[in-house]
């Protein structure tokens, strides 16, 4: 019984592997302290500084996390401690000039600084929280939302 858990289990791992193979990242995890995790689809790794991020991604940080990412279109945003973030969408194709950022904060603090994305296109960015949504118009912005009881 054991062997075929462990069958199944390398199964799922490959084939969450094979649907990554077909995406390309987004960003990548450049700062990282203490607890931080990114999850896509249904698998969950522990973050690791130059680990790829997907767009559709959560990102999570424990009691002691802080995570950063910088996006392919230079856009970089950090999570402080007990924070989670969703990536609902990221789109940057100057060639045909389609852009789009959307950040949905659950819980926690996210600082956010602008990159092409907001300069090329600045309608096409938003960050959305529990209580409301934000265009960002400016280079920086902080956010914080409380986590719901």
């Known amino acids: 019984m054991k062997s075929v ?8 791992c490959v084939a969450g592997l094979s649907a990554r193979a077909d995406e390309a990242p987004v960003g ?3 700062t990282l302290a203490g607890t931080a995790t990114v999850i896509h689809g249904a698998v969950s790794n522990a973050a690791a500084l130059g680990m790829p991020v997907y767009d559709q991604d959560r990102l999570e940080t ?12 230079n856009t970089r945003i950090s999570l402080g401690p007990d924070s989670r973030l969703e990536l609902k969408r990221f789109v940057f194709k100057p060639e045909v000039e ?9 819980y926690g603090t996210l600082e956010y600084i602008s990159g092409l ?9 938003s960050i959305e929280t ?16 409380a986590k719901r009881q």
């Open 117 to 125: 994305t907001e300069k090329l296109a600045p309608n096409a960015m």
């Open 28 to 30: 990548f995890v450049k």
């Open 5 to 12: 858990w462990s069958v199944a289990a390398a199964i799922v």
């Open 62 to 73: 424990g009691g002691d996390g802080e995570l950063g990412v910088t996006f392919r279109d």
């Open 130 to 145: 529990p209580g409301f949504t934000v265009g960002a118009r400016g280079t920086r912005l902080l956010v914080r939302a």
């Open 98 to 106: 389609e852009y789009g950022l959307i950040l949905r904060v659950a």
